[in-house]
């Protein structure tokens, strides 16, 4: 696991803000730096409390309506809703170049092809959807 796959889900304000208090302990006692810029938090099915901030190594990190995890983009309003619009585009893409580039050589060589660069591009973020499906 990389430190930018990282997903953390808390039932409650305060058990987010204790686990990015260990993130925070872990980094730097192991030399890890976050980048909070590439951090962010958002609630999903209810409102983030009015005065209320989390905190990465002493930096606050954003509460937003729309993130990406995994390359799948999700929506929340009161429910969450995912866009994987860009990942089709992607697959399709690959699909098409791998059909046209590779005419006139064998079946087993195009499937190999599919195999090694269209399938990795759904299977990639599988983890992310795992738990909508």
Known sequence: MYADDLLLLSASFQGMQAMLHICTCFGRSHDILFNVNKTVCTCIGSVMPNGCSLYLSSQPVPCVNSYKYLGIK???KKTLTVDV???TRKFYG????ILVRSKGTCKTVRVQLAKSFCLPLLTYSVGALSSLI
């Open 94 to 97: 690959a699909c098409n170049s």
């Open 74 to 76: 999700f929506l929340v």
């Open 85 to 87: 619009s860009f990942i």
